[in-house]
Nanobody, 121 residues
Framework: QVQLVESGGGLVQAGGSLTLVCEAY?????????MGWYRQRPGKQRELVAF???????TYADAVKGRFTISRDVNKDTVTLQMNSLKPEDTAVYYC??????????????WGQGTQVTVSS
């Protein structure tokens, strides 16, 4: 069973930056090849933020392009989301996601517990 553990959430002012890190445990057991981040804003459905397949192919939601950067360290089984120029509308619970494959339409099967990001205006 894969376990995903997130860290790095918190409170930041608009325009600031935060870095989220997700570490995958037992990744090799189920052949994790894609890792990413989703978020759930207050009163909204969970939505894609970004994901990376393998070690380099990335996809971003339009709302975060140019501000967020996703990267993956295959050796350390971690995925990092660098969030810059944060806006109040980025306030959400951010969830790590992983599976053999992730697509824009279909998230992976495995989820972390979520980490709160709050951006104050």
């Amino acid at each position: 069973q894969v376990q995903l553990v997130e860290s790095g959430g918190g409170l930041v002012q608009a325009g600031g930056s935060l870095t989220l890190v997700c570490e995958a445990y037992n990744r090799a057991v189920v052949g994790i090849n894609a890792m990413g981040w989703y978020r759930q804003r207050p009163g909204k459905q969970r939505e894609l933020v970004a994901f990376v397949v393998g070690s380099g192919r990335t996809t971003y939601a339009d709302a975060v392009k140019g501000r967020f950067t996703i990267s993956r360290d295959v050796n350390k089984d971690t995925v990092t989301l660098q969030m810059n120029s944060l806006k109040p509308e980025d306030t959400a619970v951010y969830y790590c996601n992983a599976d053999r494959w992730i697509s824009i339409q279909v998230p992976g099967k495995y989820w972390g517990q979520g980490t709160q990001v709050t951006v104050s205006s």
